[in-house]
């Protein structure tokens, strides 16, 4: 059964940067689609950046050319680097795996990032 914890969500001022990591077990991220999503409590939960497993990369338009996604496979690892933050980023943000054939899918419980001064 695979897992995804996520980590590196914190408080941090408008303007900040902060670095997202996903560490995968049970599975091997290098075969999966591998995104982000995020959710505050007045809204669905939205997506936020993939890579797919020939690296082709896709974002949210509110988060182009601020947000970063990335794949280790010697880690098995993704990560997601923030930076430009504005106060509407506060979101919890979970990591997602989804096998591209089978449909196998696997979630974190995500962690929380707060942008405020």
């Known amino acids: 059964q695979g897992q995804l914890v996520e980590s590196g969500g914190g408080l941090v001022q408008p303007g900040g940067s902060l670095r997202l990591s996903c560490a995968a077990s049970g599975f091997t991220v290098d075969y999966y689609t591998m995104s982000w999503y995020r959710q505050t409590p007045h809204k669905e939960r939205e997506f936020v950046a993939s890579?797919?497993?020939?690296?082709?990369?896709n974002y949210a338009d509110s988060v182009k050319g601020r947000f970063t996604i990335s794949r280790d496979g010697v880690k098995n690892m993704i990560d997601l680097q923030m930076t430009d933050l504005k106060p509407e980023d506060t979101a919890v943000y979970s990591c997602?795996?989804?096998?591209?054939?089978?449909?196998?899918?696997?979630w974190g419980k995500g962690t929380l990032v707060a942008v405020s001064s």
């Open positions: 997602k795996a989804v096998h591209p054939r089978t449909g196998t899918n696997y």
């Open positions: 890579i797919l497993i020939h690296g082709v990369t």
